[in-house]
Nanobody, 125 residues
């Protein structure tokens, strides 16, 4: 059964680090991404990775601080978040798509048809 389950969220002080994980059952061969949302705002793309894992892309707000990766043997997607800022506070979702072309990593929300339930990240100043 296809399922995305995020974990690793929590509370951290500014400047700290967290690593989010997403267990992706039934999603081999997909491009994947991390998105985040705060109340009253649209869900925004944070980082994405191509099917083969060789291509990644990041939102400007997180580039250089966040790293997306995946372990195909463990069916797990990761988001390493360093130098966290209060503005990174959000509910973080992982997403998967069977529709991506090879070598494409995209932050376009409409591409992704499968979503996890989210994990909360709170960064205090």
């Amino acid at each position: 059964q296809e399922q995305l389950v995020e974990s690793g969220g929590g509370s951290v002080q500014a400047g700290g680090s967290l690593r989010l994980s997403c267990l992706a059952s039934g999603f081999s061969g997909t491009c994947m991404g991390w998105f985040r949302q705060v109340p009253g705002k649209e869900r925004e793309g944070v980082a994405a990775i191509a099917r083969n894992g060789a291509v990644t892309t990041y939102a400007d707000a997180v580039r250089g601080r966040f790293t997306i990766s995946k372990d195909n043997l463990k069916n797990t997607l990761y988001l390493q978040m360093n130098s966290l800022k209060p503005e990174d506070t959000a509910l973080y979702y992982c997403a998967a798509s069977f529709s991506c072309s090879n070598g494409i990593a995209t932050l376009s929300r409409s591409v992704y048809g499968s979503w996890g339930q989210g994990t909360q990240v709170i960064v205090s100043s």
